[in-house]
């Protein structure tokens, strides 16, 4: 069900910080990367590559947002559980390995999977 978060989550997306795993990825990088949200669907590319393609669901009712990523690419049929939030125009989650549970902040020093914040595509 489409609902007002996933309409504003539409559109493409560029890359303005990714940490995976407690690593900042270079910030030469961050040209090759984009997301793409369409309803609940999601997909991550970086330099050609399939990272994340998945079914969405959000739960807004909790602080900070809920996101469930059911995976359909790398990792097809598992779920990756994480949460959101926007700053100012841009979106930034906080998404932990398939089957780990649900990260409670957006310190990613501990590596416990990965964060990522986006703007959208001028």
Same mark, same amino acid.
């Given at each position: 069900?489409?609902?007002? &978060?996933?309409?504003?989550?539409? @559109?493409?997306?560029?890359?303005?910080?990714?940490? #995976? %795993?407690?690593?900042?990825?270079?910030?030469?990088? &961050?040209?090759?990367?984009? #997301?793409?949200?369409? @309803? =609940? %669907?999601?997909? *991550? *590319?970086?330099?050609?590559?399939?990272?994340? &393609?998945?079914?969405?669901?959000? %739960?807004?009712?909790?602080?900070?947002? +809920?996101?469930?990523?059911? =995976? &359909?690419?790398? =990792? +097809?049929?598992?779920?990756? #559980?994480?949460?959101?939030?926007?700053?100012?125009?841009?979106?930034?989650?906080?998404?932990?390995?398939?089957?780990?549970?649900?990260?409670? %902040?957006?310190? +990613?020093? !501990?590596? !416990?999977?990965?964060?990522?914040?986006?703007? #959208?595509?001028?």
């Amino acid at each position: 069900e489409m609902t007002p &978060l996933l309409r504003r989550l539409e @559109g493409d997306w560029v890359p303005v910080h990714l940490v #995976r %795993d407690g690593k900042p990825l270079p910030e030469q990088w &961050l040209a090759f990367g984009s #997301r793409t949200s369409t @309803g =609940n %669907d999601v997909k *991550v *590319v970086f330099g050609g590559q399939v990272m994340v &393609l998945a079914k969405m669901r959000i %739960d807004d009712s909790v602080t900070p947002i +809920a996101v469930d990523y059911l =995976n &359909l690419g790398p =990792n +097809a049929g598992t779920i990756s #559980r994480g949460i959101m939030e926007f700053v100012g125009d841009e979106v930034r989650f906080f998404m932990a390995q398939p089957g780990s549970p649900r990260p409670t %902040d957006f310190d +990613a020093s !501990a590596g !416990a999977g990965t964060l990522s914040q986006w703007r #959208r595509k001028t």
